[in-house]
């Protein structure tokens, strides 16, 4: 028996050296191609372009280590241009050594962005781990500094690809689209588990309720706080920092040596970058775990190649739209850039992160993809671009797999989202007006306030800068003088989040409220209805407040601190209510009544009575799902709940909705696909003995995933101990 291992493990080693020596053939066609077109740049022989080649690969194995110890904060403050100007040098150097040879400036670079295309082209091809660098200097850094968790309990990667609905991965996998996942359910290492999320359906609440086990008050992306007149923003750190301390018990579900990558919500977890509840907290924000990231000679080159690709590619996916003559929204502008930034920049850094937490045999660690949520939101959630996202995801698995077999633990991959989304033309661009509009055309008089949105994409973006810019080292101080002049409350504010941020900021932090008193607050008070809530802030001095998440809309009447009843909007404004749902792009509203004793669902053609489901005419909520009905009733209980919450249309033979924003693929309401997210797992996992309902039950499920696997460890080693 050791005899065949030996014999294996010499025949992959030989493999393995021959697909290097075709690796390093190529890298030597390369140079020996591009130095016959470059002015200035001259190798005598292919052989010498080999040799080239080689010296190279010697030179970042040997010197580059050294090199990046020193040259560290220069690398990460330029956001790895440092890194492309030391791959120059490497470059340079490679030549001098082989034959004394000098290149100008500009050959080297050339050469250096060529390296990197090969590697990331051709060494998949070859199976050869493009990843070794980096785990070599995060290997390093565990040696020198960080503990190694050595043990035989499991650890899990927990890999959200946001906004990723059950339906569409399903079809992805039939097509194609996602080959790693689709190995894993061929080959029944893992299964998939669909499961309903909560209204909203939206990464706000959803995280919340994954991470911190709760999302209670949490009516949208953001809302509107009567008593304090502020606006809540789920990815506003200093907004991200509140709902974290009302939701928290400290036990969430990285809380136990756990690590959260790019999320909204921290689980708890002692070790986080580019998570917005704790970007503030430099005890647990740990922005130097990018370093090995920015450290890798050819990883960041990488990057930049995959981000000038992937603006041509968004580019020609636009273009491809318009031409014909599919339903769209704006695609130009900056937006290339953000999606670069947001599908690629953020993604492999994210990656990174998640690989250098498996050498370190972290014990569980989330990381957050946003790059297919935010092209289906503009390109639709069936686009090639939006599933050609999805496959880059997917190869990202690819890598992690590698990692693994490097790690001090075994450890499970479990891939998972927070929620889908549902196809369908913006209610702007079907009804030629907004939400706002037609609630401030049905006003008996005053005027309408909606809150500048704070974009999602431009504010993750912000929140890696503001990370970053912590760090207690040269790159961190440099870059936090760069941006001071673009810092806002706690975040870097870039492109249109600037003026929506500088807005905000002029308001008063929120209320410290007891969760008991909120949970309680079931029932208003009579009110008074000229009575103003927070004197003084923009919108108390307006009729309504207008705020949307999606197919979800919020109108708050902030001239009474108290929930108005369907009886009193009726008495103040006559026609508000019956607009609304007389329109064809709304399909019911939530509004508490007097009369029907509670919360009631309007439609155009009747009405739902939740604390009894009786309906009077057609039943509004027929289109829905099922548990449609359960969903309000939970909603209606939020103490910030509006005075009227507004859902879209939804057309179950087209599956569509009709968004309230801008987009063409989008959630946060109810309908179709956007309340149905998965997760795929290992086929050996146990199955939840009911329906997943609800983000904070699926919060318990994998939490008692997580205590099986510990507890199975346990029993594995106690025979061994008898």
Not at 37 to 51: N, R
Not at 105 to 115: P, Q, R, S, W
Not at 269 to 279: D, F, G, K, L, Y
Not at 622 to 643: E, G, I, M, Q
Request: glycine share 10%; aromatic share 6%; net charge negative.
């Amino acid at each position: 028996m050791q005899g065949r291992r030996t014999l294996k493990n010499g025949r992959r080693l030989l493999g393995l050296a021959l697909r290097l020596m075709i690796l390093l053939l190529i890298e030597g066609l390369v140079i020996f191609a591009l130095a016959a077109i470059l002015p200035g740049v001259k190798t005598p022989s292919f052989a010498a372009a080999v040799l080239v080649a080689a010296a190279m690969a010697l030179i970042n194995a040997v010197l580059w280590p050294v090199v990046i110890r020193i040259a560290l904060p220069l690398t990460v403050f330029t956001f790895g241009l440092g890194s492309l100007v030391f791959s120059a040098g490497t470059v340079a150097l490679g030549f001098y050594v082989v034959d004394g040879t000098r290149i100008p400036i500009g050959g080297d670079l050339a050469i250096a962005f060529a390296m990197a295309l090969v590697s990331m082209l051709i060494a998949p091809l070859l199976d050869v781990d493009g990843d070794a660098q980096h785990l070599r200097v995060v290997r390093r850094r565990v040696r020198h500094g960080r503990k190694e968790h050595r043990t035989n309990v499991p650890g899990v990667i927990l890999f959200e690809i946001d906004g990723l609905g059950e339906t569409i991965l399903r079809e992805a996998v039939r097509d194609g689209h996602v080959p790693t996942i689709a190995r894993w359910l061929s080959d029944g290492t893992h299964k998939i588990l669909g499961w309903e999320c909560d209204l909203s359906s939206q990464t706000g609440a959803s995280q919340a309720g994954l991470l911190l086990g709760s999302n209670w008050d949490m009516p949208a992306f953001r809302w509107y706080e009567k008593e304090s007149g502020r606006t809540m923003v789920s990815n506003h750190p200093a907004d991200a920092a509140e709902i974290e301390r009302r939701r928290s018990t400290g036990a969430g579900l990285l809380a136990n040596g756990g690590t959260s990558r790019g999320n909204m919500f921290s689980g708890d977890a002692p070790r986080c970058t580019a998570t917005m509840s704790v970007i503030r907290d430099r005890s647990r924000s740990k922005s130097g775990d990018f370093f090995a990231y920015f450290s890798d000679p050819y990883g960041f080159l990488r990057t930049i190649c995959l981000s000038l690709a992937d603006i041509s590619y968004e580019r020609l996916a636009a273009r491809r739209q318009r031409r014909s003559g599919a339903e769209h929204v704006e695609r130009g502008g900056m937006y290339p850039l953000v999606r670069a930034a947001i599908a690629v920049v953020m993604r492999d850094l994210n990656v990174a992160l998640l690989m250098a937490d498996i050498v370190e045999g972290v014990p569980v660690s989330y990381a957050t993809f946003v790059g297919y949520d935010e092209v289906a939101h503009h390109a639709g959630i069936r686009e090639p671009d939006a599933l050609a996202v999805l496959k880059r995801h997917d190869r990202q698995l690819q890598r992690l797999e590698r990692a693994v077999s490097q790690a001090p633990r075994p450890y499970h991959l479990l891939v998972l989202s927070d929620h889908g989304q549902t196809q369908g033309a913006p209610f702007r661009q079907r009804y030629d007006e907004t939400l706002e509009e037609l609630v401030k055309g049905a006003l008996a008089q005053g005027d309408v306030h909606a809150p500048a949105a704070v974009d999602e994409a431009w504010g993750d973006v912000g929140a890696v800068l503001a990370d970053a810019r912590q760090d207690p080292g040269l790159g961190g101080r440099v870059l936090a003088r760069a941006t001071r002049n673009r810092t806002v409350g706690g975040t870097v504010a870039l492109g249109p989040n600037r003026a929506a941020l500088e807005e905000r900021s002029t308001l008063e932090e929120p209320n410290q409220v007891d969760e008991e008193e909120e949970r309680s607050a079931l029932e208003p008070d009579p009110i008074d209805p000229d009575e103003r809530s927070a004197p003084g802030t923009p919108e108390s001095e307006q009729e309504a407040v207008v705020m949307v998440s999606g197919p979800l809309g919020l109108i708050y009447l902030p001239r009474s601190s108290e929930r108005l009843t369907l009886e009193q909007i009726a008495e103040a404004h006559p026609e508000l209510v019956s607009t609304l749902t007389a329109h064809p792009g709304i399909g019911f509203v939530m509004v508490r009544s007097r009369e029907h004793g509670g919360a009631v669902a309007v439609g155009a053609g009747g009405h739902r009575r939740l604390a009894d489901d009786v309906v009077v005419g057609e039943d509004p909520l027929a289109h829905f799902d099922p548990t449609v009905a359960d969903h309000l009733r939970r909603h209606d209980r939020f103490p910030h709940c509006p005075d009227l919450l507004v859902n879209s249309m939804y057309d179950p033979q087209t599956d569509e909705v009709a968004p309230f924003e801008d987009f063409m693929g989008s959630h946060g309401g109810l309908g179709g696909p956007q309340m149905k997210p998965f997760a795929v797992v290992p086929a050996d996992w146990s199955e939840p003995a009911e329906p997943i309902v609800g983000v904070e039950a699926m919060h318990e499920v994998l939490r008692d995933w997580l205590a099986q696997l510990q507890r199975g460890a346990d029993e594995a080693v106690e025979p061994q101990r008898g």
